[in-house]
C-alpha cells in the first residue's frame, strides 16, 4: 500500500457481552493504524486506551489468545462475518470497519470468549490417543510409509480451534452432534498402526449420539479450517468405515 | 499416610510428562494451566527434538549430544544432569514415535533425522516444522486418557497464585485463581511440580506466547526459591518482527541449507559462512545472533539499512521445503505476504528462551521442600546457551525426572498434606484474596500494559545481545521507577467475572521483580559467556565465573542478593569454545 492511500485509523466494532447470561451490546473503537498490523495488535492497542471511539471509558474487551502465529487455536472469533484465528487476521486485508463477534455456536464467557469445552469432552468420548502400554523404554514405534504419513500429519495438526464448529450448521444448542474436528481425529488415530488396533472402538464411539450420522454435508467445515485439513475427506472415509463396522458387528467377523 | 497427591502447574510439555509419569505411578495429580493444556507454549516449538539415535551412519553417539550441548552452553551446566538427559533421549523419542507423534520418515519408513545448531551429526526427529505442537499434542493425549481413567483432574483457565509453605520451608499446596469466576481457592498436596514454562513477556515482544510471563517463577522466588542464571537469556536469531510479537523462523530452515546473507559492496555477502567455516550457517544461535546484530547495528549492512538480513531457502526444491518445512513457510507467508520459495526472508534476532530459571537439584527439587521444578522454567540443563531441539527434550526429560522424584519424595513423608493445619492454608488463601482486593482497587492514572510495554522496551535495548554495566544499572533504576508508577495503575475493569486485566497486573508486578534478577546478574558477572556478552569484559573468564549465580529475593531490599555455587565439570574439561574450527 501506498503512503498516501494508508488510513490514519481503523474502525473496530465489538460484540461485547458481560458474562454468560448478560444481553449482548456493540461498542466501537478507533485505534491508531500501523503497518503490518493485525486484528489482535489492534485489540491490544485498545487494551493500553479503553477508550470507545465515541470518547467513553470502558473496561477493556476480553478475548483469548496465546501464540499469535496460528498454531494454538486460541484466537478463533468470528471477524466481519467469518469465523477464523484474529492472529492471521491481518489489518489491510480486512473490509472496514472490522466487526468482530464471538463464535454464537460456544455458550459465551464474556465479550469474544467462548467455551469450548464440549470439543475436548469429544475427543475423549472418541478414544483420541494411541493406547500404550506404558512410558518405559519399549524400543522403536512401528514403521511407516512417508506417503502415508504426510497426510496423517495434515490431520494431526488440528488445533481444536472451533471455527469448523462454528461454520458448520449442524452444531448447535439444539443438536449434540459432536462437530467435524473430532471425526477427523478419530481417522488419524484409526491410521496409525498402533491406533488401528483399537479401531472398532473408536468407530463405534462415532456410530451413536452425537456422531457421524449428525454430518450434513454442508461443507463448510473444509472451507474455514485454517490448517486446510480436509475434514470432508476425513467424513467421507468415516462414513465408509462405519458402515463397514457396522457389518462386522453384525456378523461377528471382528471376533474371527 | 494415604496414597498421596501431587500438584502440577502448567500443562506443557514438562508438566505432562511429569502428569504421566505420576499417574502411571498410581499417584493422583492436579494439573493447573492458564489455558487448556493444548494451547501451552509448547506448541510453538518448530524444528525438533535431539537425540542420538545415530540412525545416519555418522557414529554419533549419547557422549557426542552432551559433548555439543556442554561446548554449545560454554561449560555454565551441570554436567551430570545433562548427560543423564542425553543418554535417555534416544527412548524419548522412541516413546514419543510410539504415542504416534507424526514424524518424517525415511523410504524405509523410519524416522528421519536432520542437522541443527551446534553439532555436526542427523540428530534432530522432527514432524515438519510443526515439532512441537505435535509432541504437546501426544503427551495431552495420554493425560486425556489418564483423565478418563480417574488419575489426572485438569483445572484449566486456573492460575497458580502462591504455594502455600510453612515456617520450615516445606511446600503443601498452592492457592489458585479461577479465572472466569475469579474465586480464589487453596488446594492441599504432598508435592508441587512447577511447569510454568518461560518468561519472554519481561521483554515484551519476543517469540514466546502471551501467557509466557514468569509469573509463577517469579511468585516463587519471592516466597523463597532460588532463581539460578538469570542473565543468559537466548537471542533467536532468525524472526520476523511484528507488531504484536516477534514470529520465529525455525533453525531448521539452516540445517536444511537455508542461508543467512546480506549485500556487502553490491555482493551477497554469506556472512556466517565466511566467518565461522566449520559450521557456517549452522553455529549456535548466541553466536548467529552476535554475527548479525553487529553487521546490522554496528556495520550498518542490514537490508536497506535497517535492522534486517535475509534467511534464503530460495534455491531449495519447493516440495522438499513443503514436507520438511512446511508450517514455518506458512506462517511467513500469512504473516508477511511473501513466497519463501521464491524469495528470501527477512530475519531479525529475537528474545527467545531463558536458560536461567528456578534452582533445583539433580531431582528437579527446589530449595523449598516437595517442590518440584521442570521445563524452561527451571535451569538445568542448558548453561549458558542453549542449542536449537534440545528445549523440547529438556522439557520433556525434565518431567521425567520430576514426575517419579515427586512421588518418590510424597512416598517419603510421614505426615500427608491433608493432616496439616488447615490454618496454614486458610492465611494462604485470605492473604491472596487480599491482595487480589488491593488490586481490583486500584484507581491511579497508569495503563498496566503500557508499563508492560516500556519494561519491555527497556529490557530489550540494554539487557539482551550487547550488555554494558552502566546501562545495566539505568535499566535497574528504570525498573525501580516502573515499580513505583505500578502503584498508580487504574485497574479500568471491575469486572468480578473473567477479568484479564487484574491478572495480568498481578503478573506484570512478577515480571518486573524477574527483570531486576535479570538485570542485576548480568551487571554482577563481569564476562563474556555464551548468550551473555559484555565487551567491556570480551572473554570467558573461567577462574572467576565458572559459577551458577543464584538470585535470592530480600524482602527488606525489595530485589536480589546474590550467591554463586560451583558448577560440576566432572565429565568435561572446560574448553576454549571456538566455531571457526572443529571443536
Known amino acids: 500500500m501506498s503512503e498516501e492511500s494508508r488510513p490514519k485509523s481503523i474502525q473496530l466494532i465489538i460484540t461485547r457481552q458481560d458474562g454468560p447470561d448478560a444481553p449482548p451490546y456493540k461498542e466501537t473503537f478507533e485505534v491508531p493504524y500501523r503497518p503490518n498490523m493485525n486484528v489482535i495488535s489492534a485489540l491490544m492497542a485498545i487494551r493500553r486506551n479503553p477508550v470507545t471511539a465515541g470518547g467513553k471509558k470502558t473496561s477493556p474487551p476480553q478475548w483469548e489468545m496465546n501464540c499469535l502465529e496460528e498454531v494454538c487455536g486460541a484466537c478463533s472469533m468470528v471477524i466481519n462475518g467469518r469465523p477464523r484465528q484474529a492472529c492471521t487476521a491481518l489489518i489491510d486485508k480486512l473490509e472496514k470497519p472490522i466487526r468482530l463477534e464471538p463464535m454464537g455456536t460456544f455458550p459465551i464467557v464474556r465479550d469474544l470468549i467462548v467455551d469450548r469445552s464440549r470439543m475436548f469432552d469429544a475427543l475423549k468420548q472418541v478414544k483420541a490417543w494411541i493406547p500404550i502400554d506404558g512410558t518405559y523404554d519399549l524400543g522403536p514405534g512401528p514403521r511407516m510409509a512417508e506417503s502415508k504419513r504426510q497426510w496423517a500429519y495434515e490431520l494431526s495438526k488440528c488445533m481444536t480451534c472451533g471455527v469448523c464448529l462454528e461454520a458448520c450448521p449442524n452444531v448447535n444448542s439444539k443438536s449434540d452432534f459432536m462437530g467435524p474436528a473430532p471425526l477427523s481425529q478419530v481417522r488419524l488415530f484409526n491410521a496409525h498402526p498402533t491406533g488401528a488396533m483399537n479401531k472398532a472402538e473408536r468407530l463405534h464411539a462415532i456410530m451413536g449420539p452425537g456422531g457421524i450420522a449428525g454430518c450434513g454435508n454442508s461443507q463448510n467445515c473444509v472451507q474455514v479450517c485454517p490448517k486446510g485439513i480436509p475434514l470432508t475427506t476425513s467424513i467421507a472415509v468415516l462414513n465408509r468405515a462405519t458402515v463397514g463396522q457396522s457389518f462386522r458387528d453384525f456378523f461377528g467377523s471382528d471376533n474371527m | ?583
Open chain 2, 1 to 583: 499416610m494415604g496414597k498421596g497427591k501431587i500438584i502440577i502447574v502448567g500443562g506443557g510439555l514438562a508438566g505432562l510428562m511429569s502428569a504421566i509419569k505420576a499417574a502411571e505411578a498410581g499417584v493422583e495429580v492436579d494439573l493447573f494451566s492458564v489455558v487448556p493444556v493444548k494451547r501451552s507454549h509448547s506448541v510453538c516449538a518448530q524444528g525438533g527434538i535431539n537425540g542420538a539415535v545415530n540412525t545416519k551412519g555418522e557414529g554419533d553417539s549419547p557422549w557426542e549430544h552432551l559433548d555439543d550441548t556442554i561446548y554449545g552452553g560454554d561449560f555454565l551446566a551441570n554436567q551430570p544432569p545433562v548427560k543423564a538427559m542425553c543418554e535417555a533421549a534416544p527412548g524419548i523419542i522412541h516413546l514419543l514415535d510410539r504415542m504416534g507423534v507424526m514424524f518424517n520418515r525415511t523410504p524405509e519408513g523410519l524416522l528421519d533425522f536432520r542437522q541443527f545448531g551446534g553439532t555436526k551429526y542427523h540428530r534432530t526427529a522432527y514432524a515438519g516444522a510443526t515439532t512441537g505442537q505435535q509432541l504437546l499434542y501426544a503427551l495431552d493425549e495420554q493425560v486425556r486418557r489418564q483423565e478418563v481413567n480417574g488419575l489426572v483432574h485438569k483445572h484449566e483457565y486456573e492460575e497458580f497464585l502462591s504455594a502455600v509453605i510453612d515456617d520450615d520451608k516445606v511446600c503443601h499446596g498452592i492457592v489458585v485463581q479461577d479465572l472466569k469466576s475469579m474465586e480464589i481457592q487453596v488446594y492441599r498436596a504432598d508435592a508441587v511440580i512447577v511447569a510454568s514454562g518461560g518468561l519472554g513477556m519481561i521483554y515484551g515482544k519476543s517469540t514466546n506466547s502471551m501467557i509466557n510471563t514468569g509469573s509463577a517463577a517469579g511468585e516463587l522466588y519471592q516466597q523463597g526459591a532460588y532463581f539460578a542464571n538469570g542473565e543468559f537469556i537466548q537471542i533467536h536469531p532468525t524472526a520476523i518482527p511484528g507488531e504484536d510479537k516477534l514470529r520465529l523462523m525455525s533453525e531448521s530452515a539452516r540445517g536444511e541449507g537455508g542461508r543467512l546473507w546480506t549485500y556487502k559492496n553490491g555482493k551477497p555477502w554469506y556472512f556466517l559462512e565466511e566467518m565461522y567455516p566449520a559450521y557456517g550457517n549452522l553455529v549456535p544461535r548466541d553466536v548467529a545472533t552476535r554475527a548479525i546484530f553487529d553487521i546490522c547495528v554496528n556495520q550498518h549492512l542490514g537490508i536497506n539499512g535497517e535492522n534486517m538480513v535475509y534467511l534464503d531457502l530460495s534455491h531449495k526444491d519447493p516440495h522438499e521445503l513443503d514436507v520438511k518445512l512446511g508450517g514455518i513457510i506458512d506462517i511467513y507467508e500469512k504473516f508477511v505476504g511473501e513466497d519463501p520459495h521464491k524469495v528470501p526472508m527477512k530475519v531479525f534476532p529475537a528474545v527467545h528462551y531463558s536458560m536461567g530459571g528456578l534452582w533445583v537439584d539433580f531431582d528437579q527439587m527446589t530449595n523449598i521442600k516437595g517442590l518440584f521444578a521442570c521445563g524452561e522454567c527451571d535451569y538445568q540443563y542448558h548453561g549458558a546457551n542453549r542449542l536449537g531441539a534440545n528445549s523440547l527434550l529438556s522439557a520433556i526429560y525434565g518431567g521425567m525426572v520430576a514426575g517419579p522424584n515427586a512421588v518418590r519424595y510424597l512416598k517419603g513423608l510421614d505426615k500427608s498434606s491433608e493432616e496439616e493445619s488447615s490454618a496454614l492454608f486458610d492465611d494462604a488463601r485470605e492473604r491472596e484474596k487480599e491482595r487480589y482486593r488491593r488490586i481490583t482497587e486500584m484507581d491511579g492514572d497508569e495503563n498496566a500494559y503500557v508499563l508492560h510495554k516500556e519494561l519491555g522496551e527497556w529490557m530489550t535495548k540494554y539487557v539482551t545481545v550487547v550488555r554494558e554495566n552502566k546501562t545495566l544499572l539505568a535499566t535497574d533504576q528504570h525498573i525501580q521507577e516502573l515499580m513505583e508508577r505500578y502503584k498508580h495503575i487504574n485497574i479500568n475493569d471491575t469486572s468480578k467475572w473473567s477479568n484479564s486485566g487484574a491478572s495480568f497486573t498481578r503478573q506484570l508486578w512478577n515480571m518486573m521483580e524477574l527483570a531486576r534478577v535479570i538485570t542485576l546478574g548480568a551487571y554482577n558477572r563481569n564476562e563474556s559467556r555464551g548468550a551473555h556478552y559484555k565487551p567491556e569484559f570480551p572473554e570467558r573468564n573461567d577462574e572467576d565465573w565458572l559459577k551458577t549465580t543464584k538470585a535470592k529475593y530480600n524482602p527488606d531490599t525489595n530485589g536480589p542478593d546474590f550467591e554463586y555455587e560451583p558448577v560440576d565439570i566432572s565429565l568435561i574439561k572446560p574448553r576454549k569454545r571456538d566455531y571457526t574450527h572443529d571443536k
